[in-house]
C-alpha cells in the first residue's frame, strides 16, 4: 500500500469496510465476534470498530462510553471491569470483545480500521498492533476534538503518537469539514503523515477524490447503507466504504 517514499499506492480493489462489523441498521450486536465474521461472510474485505479502556484498565471493543445501548446491561464502560463487562449480552448471546482479541483473530484475515474513542489510550494500542505484527495490516483513525460523538474524548493529535509506526486516517464529519474546509483538511493530514483521510460521505465529490489522490491520500468514506449511494460513490472514485450492510458493497 506504501511505497518506498511513503506516497500511497491505490488499492486495485475498493476497499469494502464492514462498519462495526454487519450490524444492519437499526444496528444489533455491533462491534462483536460474531458480527465481524459476519461481515467478513458477506464480503468486507476490511473491518471498522471502535476502543475504550475499562475500569481495570482493559482495551475494550465498543462504540458509546456505557453499555446502555449495545448489551442488556448498563453503565459506563470506564467504570465496569473487564470481569463485569463479559457477563454482558452484546446481542446474539455474543459479548464485548477485548481488542487483543480482535487484532488476533482477524488481523491476519482482513483489514482493520481501529477508531480511537478516547484519550490515553494510544500509545498500548500501538504496542498491541506492533506485538502481532500489523503495522501494515491497521489503520488508526479519530475524530478532532470538536467533531466527536458526546462523551468520546479522541482528537487528531492523538493520531501523531502512531506517525511512522503504524497507518493513519482523520475523520472528519459534515460540519467539521464546511467548518475548516477541504484544503485545510488535506493540509492536516498531509501534515500529519496520513495514510487516509475518511470523511463522512455526504461530502465528497469527484474533484476533491482527485486532489486527495494528487496529495498520496486514499479517500474512504462513511457511514453508506444504501445500493444507490453505493454506486455513486464508486463511480467518483473513492477507495473505500464504510456500510452496515457489507453485503451492498
Given amino acids: 500500500m506504501c511505497t518506498n517514499s511513503g506516497r500511497i499506492e491505490k488499492e486495485t480493489e475498493m ?15 455491533e462491534n462483536t465476534m460474531g458480527s465481524f465474521q459476519r461481515a467478513i461472510w458477506k464480503g ?33 464502560v470506564c467504570s465496569l471491569t473487564y470481569e463485569q463487562i463479559t457477563k454482558l449480552d452484546a446481542g446474539f448471546g455474543e459479548r464485548i470483545p477485548l481488542l487483543e482479541e480482535v487484532l488476533r483473530n482477524f488481523g491476519p484475515k482482513v483489514f ?18 506492533k506485538f502481532y505484527g500489523l503495522e501494515d495490516k491497521v ?22 503518537v502512531f506517525s511512522g509506526e503504524a497507518l493513519i486516517a482523520l475523520l472528519a464529519g459534515r460540519r467539521k469539514i464546511f467548518r475548516i474546509g477541504w484544503a485545510a483538511y488535506l493540509e ?17 465529490y469527484s474533484e476533491a477524490i482527485k486532489v486527495a489522490h494528487d496529495r498520496g ?33
Fill in 139 to 160: 489503520i488508526i483513525s479519530a475524530f478532532d476534538s470538536n467533531d466527536n460523538d458526546q462523551n468520546s474524548s479522541s482528537s487528531w493529535n492523538q493520531l501523531d
Fill in 44 to 76: 468486507a474485505n476490511a473491518l471498522e470498530f471502535d476502543v475504550r479502556r475499562t475500569k481495570d484498565g482493559k482495551l475494550v471493543v465498543i462504540h458509546d462510553d456505557s453499555v446502555n445501548r449495545t448489551t442488556n446491561g448498563s453503565g459506563k
Fill in 15 to 29: 476497499l469494502k469496510i464492514g462498519h462495526r462489523g454487519a450490524p444492519g441498521y437499526p444496528k444489533y450486536a
Fill in 112 to 129: 482493520l480500521n481501529i477508531e480511537i474513542k478516547e484519550d490515553g489510550i494510544e500509545k498500548e494500542i500501538l504496542e498491541m498492533i
Fill in 188 to 204: 492536516e493530514a498531509i501534515k500529519r503523515n496520513a495514510f487516509a483521510i475518511h470523511p463522512q460521505y455526504t461530502t465528497v
Fill in 217 to 249: 491520500l486514499l479517500v474512504n468514506v462513511w457511514t453508506v447503507n444504501t445500493l444507490k449511494q453505493i454506486r455513486e460513490l464508486r463511480e467518483i472514485g473513492v477507495d473505500g466504504i464504510f456500510s452496515d450492510f457489507p453485503e451492498l458493497l
